[in-house]
């Protein structure tokens, strides 16, 4: 008879952990993991991966922005406050949806279609993009849903669209909200809501968000973080 090592025959389920209480046998669920993929407003030194560009960290000057601490970013809090775990925050500054960047320079190597694929295996994916679409005046392109050429994701309606595609493909049953930057043009919030509702994917519209040199402040990251929870623990 084969004997199986102790650590394989008394292996406890992964996902959920058996409690008792008051007499009674009841399944306490493990807590959901939460990926980012992002820009700048979701960067901070140390948390995203080694050699991406960020805006925020504990040395950032003053005149640049308030936020100094991990804990102060908008995805910590969410994570914090909703009881979650942090996954991947896989977030690059001045990054793109599109492969079009500023000055009509190449961002492939770091735009959100690229990183996509690099969200690890979480349960609630939150991406928030199109500021630097709107920011660079990336081409808009035509709304298109499949049979994309290389050249189509240079342009920004034809890669948000392959964008959500590539997230619904790796990540089935995974719940996925699409966080929307305030004062960006009409054009560019009309497009990501109409492809977010083609892939079934809810929009989390923000408003009233206090910035410095275009990106939130502490007081701004807890109103976005208020925002998204407001949605996600519906």
Not at 5 to 28: D, E, F, Q, V
Not at 98 to 112: A, K, L, Q
Not at 120 to 141: H, S
Not at 190 to 208: F, G, M, R, T, W
Request: glycine share 6%; with cysteine; aromatic share 10%.
């Amino acid at each position: 008879r084969l004997l199986l090592p102790a650590i394989i025959r008394n292996r406890k389920p992964p996902l959920r952990l058996l409690t008792k209480t008051a007499g009674s046998i009841r399944m306490a669920q493990v807590k959901q993991t939460v990926a980012v993929l992002g820009d700048s407003y979701s960067t901070f030194e140390g948390f995203i991966p080694k050699g991406y560009a960020t805006w925020y960290s504990p040395t950032t000057p003053p005149e640049t922005t308030d936020v100094n601490k991990v804990e102060q970013t908008w995805w910590w809090q969410v994570i914090k406050e909703g009881g979650y775990k942090m996954g991947n925050i896989n977030s690059y500054s001045g990054a793109t949806i599109c492969n079009t960047g500023y000055r009509d320079e190449d961002y492939t190597d770091r735009s959100f279609i690229t990183r996509s694929s690099l969200l690890g295996n979480p349960d609630i994916i939150l991406i928030c993009g199109a500021t630097n679409d709107n920011w660079a005046d990336a081409p808009l392109g035509n709304y298109q849903y499949s049979d994309w050429k290389r050249a189509d994701l240079y342009c920004f309606r034809p890669a948000m669209a392959k964008l959500l595609s590539d997230i619904r493909q790796h990540y089935p049953n995974v719940e996925v909200y699409f966080i929307l930057n305030s004062e960006l043009k009409d054009v560019i919030n009309e497009s990501v809501k109409k492809i977010c509702n083609k892939y079934q994917v809810p929009v989390i519209a923000l408003h009233d968000i206090d910035k410095k040199n275009g990106h939130p402040t502490i007081k701004g990251m807890k109103s976005i973080a208020d925002q998204v929870l407001k949605v996600i623990k519906k």
